[in-house]
């Protein structure tokens, strides 16, 4: 066993590369799957609506972090594990199914694909936030949320080329296959476990949320994320049906948009290190309002696809100074179960957001979306200024 508190490369690494399974899984939600029920002759309000109830698992991220941390005993490990092996499993299951035929069916097993995505996540966010210290939260965040990104470009590029040549079953079980042996991963380390016995999770809980400033990040959560969610699955559409481009050079400009998402997740946790976290929130968040007014006059693939990367840089940026926040103010004893509140509020703005964006395209079409998304970050910027971080608020 290896104790990864010691090796500061390989807590980065096990981390990093954990994280990149999330991103290749992201793939499915925001790539592959509305075109491929674009091919079965879905509409793009009914995708829009199905895709968001396939994120309930991630907004309700509270469930698996409280029976992560009610069994904190056994540690994060096998919950890391049993997780990816959960996700992995369902895989391979989608690969035989075909939405046009049994849809149904279809939308239950990539649910459960995803309660197995909320369990490796939160127990791997629990682990981090019990093995890092305050300065340094910010630049393992950005390296895992780069490494999410990682994924999700290399899928944006390879799973469209395999959906086109081999047929889109084939991307599921090529999905599968990468993401088995990541998970594995957690098998080779070792674990302190701080708790011996069962938690009263719900009294730490309370008292954490008793706290102002946590109740006001938690508002923030929500508010912060909604401006990705309005054009996380009109982009791709727009890209398909209004710029009239391929799936395989949508898959393309959403790599580079991922990538974008990649570098800006790495410089944003180093600034959210040095400047501090609201700093780098005003100037990230006030910079994606202007630039995400601007794709209302993108008229060409290549105008387009220049800005949409200018926003997934600045996305990436302020998503991880807000989830150092996240882990700043998170109690280690309850670590899953807190964090997990935070991240579903953030999964659930998207999820509104994206649910709204559907109908919005079809009745009001793209522009008005754009502008909406841009719009949506002023209360997101409102509610910050009243965020204030203090010493007794902070966790180490």
């Known amino acids: 066993m290896i104790d990864i508190t010691k090796r500061g490369y390989l807590r980065y690494f096990v981390f990093g590369s954990l994280y990149f399974t999330y991103g290749i899984n992201s793939v499915f939600l925001g790539l592959i799957l509305p075109l491929y029920f674009l091919e079965q002759g879905m509409s793009p309000a009914l995708i829009t609506v199905l895709i968001s109830i396939m994120w309930i698992p991630l907004f309700i991220k509270f469930v698996w972090g409280g029976i992560v941390d009610y069994f ?6 096998p919950f890391i594990i049993s997780g990816g092996l959960l996700t992995v499993f369902c895989l391979f299951i989608l690969s035989f199914f075909n939405p046009g035929n049994s849809l149904v069916l279809f939308a239950i097993i990539d649910l459960m694909s995803w309660v197995g995505v909320g369990f490796l996540t939160i127990s791997l966010d629990a682990l981090v936030i019990s093995t890092t210290a305050e300065t340094e939260r910010g630049k393992i965040n950005g390296t895992m949320f780069a490494a999410q990104n990682v994924g999700l ?15 889109y079953n084939m991307v599921f079980l090529t999905a599968g296959f990468i993401i088995l042996p990541i998970v594995l991963f957690p098998l080779i380390i070792k674990e302190k476990k701080f708790v011996k016995k069962p938690q009263k ?24 994320t909604m401006s990705s969610g309005m054009i996380l699955l009109i982009a791709p559409i727009w890209m398909n049906t209004g710029l009239k481009l391929d799936i395989t050079q949508v898959g393309l400009v959403t790599m580079l948009f991922t990538i974008a998402i990649a570098i800006g997740s790495i410089i944003g946790g180093i600034l959210a290190d040095k400047l501090g976290r609201k700093i780098t929130l005003y100037i990230l ?22 800005i949409y990367c200018i926003i997934g840089f600045l996305q990436g940026g302020y998503s991880s100074a807000v989830v150092a926040i996240f882990y700043d103010v998170t109690n280690p004893r309850i670590g899953a179960t807190q964090y997990a509140i935070f991240t579903s509020l953030f999964n659930f703005g998207i999820m509104i957001a994206q649910t709204m964006s559907g109908p919005l395209y079809v009745m009001l079409g793209v522009s008005r979306v754009f502008l909406y998304s841009a ?21 180490p």
């Not at 470009?153 to 047929?167: E, H, M, Q, V, W």
């Not at 730490?204 to 508010?223: P, S, Y």
């Not at 995400?292 to 060409?300: A, D, G, P, W, Y």
């Open 72 to 77: 904190i005993r056994f540690g994060r490990k």
């Open 153 to 167: 470009a290399g899928g944006d590029l390879l799973f469209p080329f395999i959906a086109k040549t081999l047929g």
């Open 201 to 224: 999770v719900g009294t730490l809980l309370i008292q954490e949320f008793k706290k102002r400033t946590t109740l006001v990040i938690a508002i923030f959560a929500v508010l912060v």
């Open 285 to 306: 968040i006030f910079s994606s309002v202007f630039f995400t007014v601007l794709l209302i006059f993108t008229n060409s693939w290549e105008y387009f696809t220049l």
């Open 375 to 395: 719009w949506i970050f002023g209360p997101a910027l409102l509610i910050l200024y009243f965020i204030r971080l203090k010493k007794n608020d902070i966790h």
